[in-house]
């Protein structure tokens, strides 16, 4: 058997548009008994644009060349499939196409973010607000988690609200945008419980999905005569509102969004037949008293 060599990166020195820096990147793929080793190594600063590309090119082989095909027919002959080699020529796509390409603008983000955008979507894999609002490298900054629910300031912390802080309060996002999309797993979970009253459950889904029982019930109410798919329809957009309410349980995002700073904004991608709906929280229309919520919205507009 092969020996297999430690993957390892050694830590750049200096920036982007200072001094040289030089990032060694050492990967091994084992093929049966036989080791492929890729070097790729990235000097000079962006001012050296073109002089990268060509180091780049030199010593990564198939980037530039174009030896996917006998990679492919290598892995044809084995009798398998590498879903690793196929990231891999994604990525070394991305790095000719994108990365070398724009090289100033990675340059910056290298030292420092300012998205303009917080965007708060679903963990499904279908759903990829970067390929379908065609959000580049630091225009946004993400969570994903199951169903695009926010929870409300009172629950305590968790990943999406410990983002929230980050965003609202250092990077002073100017809008908050939660998707919503058809056929989510996450919604119908919520929508089949017979009891959305909370109570114990070993289940990490059910206990995470019940940030969302407000929105259920408003279904319920509203579209009771509706079928069972149609009412999971129906929560998948209210519950898209109702975590637009529970951002302004948050004390520092109220705040923002009193003094005109930050936006509120609701999104439905329906990936059935490709059309998204877009529309902002309208604050001094909202209205929330204990359990009674008014939600109202403006600028609505349809894609498709």
Same mark, same amino acid.
């Given at each position: 058997m092969a020996n297999l060599a430690p993957t390892f990166v050694s830590p750049p020195s200096g920036s982007c548009g200072g001094s040289l820096r030089t990032s060694r990147i050492s990967a091994i793929k084992l093929q049966g008994r036989e080791t492929e080793q890729t070097h790729l190594n990235l000097g000079s600063s962006y001012r050296k644009k073109q002089g990268l590309r060509s180091n780049a090119s030199k010593e990564t082989p198939g980037l530039m060349q174009g030896n996917r095909t006998d990679e492919y027919k290598t892995a044809e002959q084995t009798?398998?499939?590498?879903?690793?080699?196929?990231? =891999?020529?994604?990525? &070394?796509?991305?790095?000719?196409? =994108?990365? &070398?390409?724009?090289?100033?603008?990675?340059?910056? &983000?290298?030292?420092?973010?300012?998205?303009?955008?917080?965007?708060?979507?679903?963990?499904?894999?279908?759903?990829?607000?970067?390929?379908?609002l065609g959000l580049e490298p630091g225009e946004a900054f993400m969570v994903r988690n199951v169903a695009n629910l926010v929870p409300p300031y009172e629950s305590g912390p968790s990943e999406t609200n410990a983002a929230l802080e980050f965003a609202v309060n250092s990077l002073k996002v100017k809008n908050i945008l939660v998707i919503g999309h058809s056929c989510c797993g996450g919604i119908r979970a919520l929508m089949s419980m017979e009891n959305a009253d909370g109570d114990n459950s070993s289940s990490f889904i059910r206990n995470w999905v019940i940030v969302g029982k407000n929105a259920r019930l408003s279904t319920k109410e509203a579209a009771s005569h509706l079928s069972f798919d149609q009412q999971c329809r129906h929560c998948e957009k209210e519950s898209v509102n109702h975590s637009l309410l529970n951002l302004l349980t948050y004390p520092w995002i109220e705040e923002q969004v009193m003094r005109g700073n930050l936006s509120l904004h609701g999104g439905y991608y329906d990936f059935v037949d490709c059309t998204f709906e877009k529309w902002t929280l309208d604050y001094y229309k909202t209205i929330s008293r204990g359990?009674?919520?008014?939600?109202?919205v403006k600028g609505r507009s349809f894609w498709s």
């Open positions: 009798g398998g499939y590498d879903s690793f080699n196929e990231m =891999k020529q994604r990525f &070394l796509t991305f790095k000719e196409k =994108k990365y &070398l390409e724009n090289l100033e603008l990675y340059c910056r &983000l290298a030292e420092s973010q300012a998205p303009e955008f917080m965007v708060i979507a679903c963990a499904d894999s279908r759903v990829c607000p970067s390929v379908i359990n009674e919520d008014v939600i109202a």
